[in-house]
């Protein structure tokens, strides 16, 4: 079994339908945007629970995220949907009873059947502050992000009445998107609109436009680990002092960029367990030894886990990206047809005579055309041929005036094609030398 890399971004998610009354759905994702967009109809996919005709628009009021595996989240998707039936939750803590439906068979048995609850917006929050108190999911480095100002409202007054609070390991925030103004061009039109895009669907930052879903803020981390930790490097781990052998495999480095600080991994995790403010037998966050930074354990572990399990992610990860080749500009010769006083003059600047304004474009694009072609026919030709040289001027003006007009080309005769003439070689006159 080939072993994957902890995943860039994997969340539970809470949607709320518009309208009078308002629906919940509870799922998980590794891309919370596209799957939005897939419960609207937006995109193919989604949710069959979700399609419903009747049902208006979603919108997402709240994740968890910082799952270890995409295992894991779904663990937990499945224990908030049957908050009434999932083992994580003993019975003298469940909030949500379970149902049962009684139906009658032909012959006049009866039997219960469990039935699916309804719960409300109170009860799914109240299960999601439950979860997150359970021995099963308490240990692990989740983060609560609220989309919805009216959502994150009812979760502290409620959170506040609740028996237990949860860790402060588990950080919960309200993440709203910041308003941004679209940029004008000097016209005055926005500048997504004249690049094919509507204005109105970029007008946030942050909240759940701002989410990344991919390893590339752990670019530069992953870029520092590569080159402190490549073979014949001096490192020593900065918790216990003894020297790093590399190639080295357990080994955690600190993400600052001006820090050279590198870690066992037992050695950091004892550090961050003693010196942590939770009693818990994992770590969660700590600081630096050298630097004093903050750093959190999820994101080392992650990055750790991408290093040694995740090479094609790596290689993808920095890889160059191409440079689109940019596409030559077409020099366009452009003849200006309109000359002092409205008259045509010849190379050596003679005025040849005054232009009608309707045959004037015609006339010059003719001569244009004809003088390389009338050279030609006069250097081959002798002057006993001024028959072929004038049809051969009148096909030239003619493809001229075609062109101008765009119809398509006509094939032409064989008549009006010129007729190549080989002038016979002086070397038959040379004499022949005994």
Sequence with gaps: MELRPIPAFYCCYLLRSSGKNPSLYVGSTPNARRRLAQHNGLLA????????????????????????SSISALQFEWAWQNSHLTRKISDDQRITMRKY???????????????????????????????????????????????SAHVHRTWLRYAANAEKQIRSSIRVHLDLGQPVEPETAKDGVSKDRINGRPSQDITTTGGLQGLCFTYAP?????????????????????????????????????PNPECRDAFHMNCLAKQFVELGSDVSLLPTYGRCPGCEAELSWARL???????????????QLLKQPRKRK??????????????????????????????ENDAKAGLCL???????????????????DADDVASVTSTS?????????GHPRK????????????????????????
């Design 45 to 68: 996919g989604g949710a069959a629970q979700t399609a419903r005709r009747s049902l208006e628009s979603w919108e997402m009021t709240c994740i968890v995220k910082g799952f270890p």
């Design 218 to 254: 752990l670019k530069a981390h992953v870029e520092k680990s590569l080159f402190m930790l490549a073979e014949g490097e001096s490192v020593h781990c900065s918790v216990c002092r003894v020297r790093i052998e590399t190639p080295a495999v357990m080994v955690l480095v600190c």
């Design 301 to 315: 572990v992650t990055e750790l886990s991408l290093r040694m399990r995740g090479n094609k992610e790596v290689t």
């Design 366 to 384: 003719n001569a244009v055309l004809d003088e390389p072609l009338l050279n030609q026919a006069e250097h081959h030709l002798d002057t006993e």
């Design 101 to 147: 439906n009684t139906k009658v068979s032909k012959s006049g048995r009866t039997r219960k059947c469990p039935a699916r609850p309804c719960p409300s917006l109170k009860e799914k929050l109240l299960n999601l502050h439950l979860l997150l108190r359970v021995p099963s999911f308490q240990g692990w480095p989740l983060e609560v992000s609220f989309f």
């Design 411 to 434: 094939p032409r005769s064989e008549s009006s094609r010129l007729e190549i003439v080989i002038e016979d070689s002086d070397w038959n006159a040379a004499e022949v030398l005994d």
């Design 326 to 355: 940019a596409k030559p500009e077409e020099n366009i010769d452009v003849i200006d047809l309109d000359g002092p006083d409205d008259a045509y003059y010849s190379d050596d600047g003679d005025k040849i005579g005054e232009l």
């Design 397 to 405: 003006s003619n493809k001229s005036q075609i062109a101008m007009t």
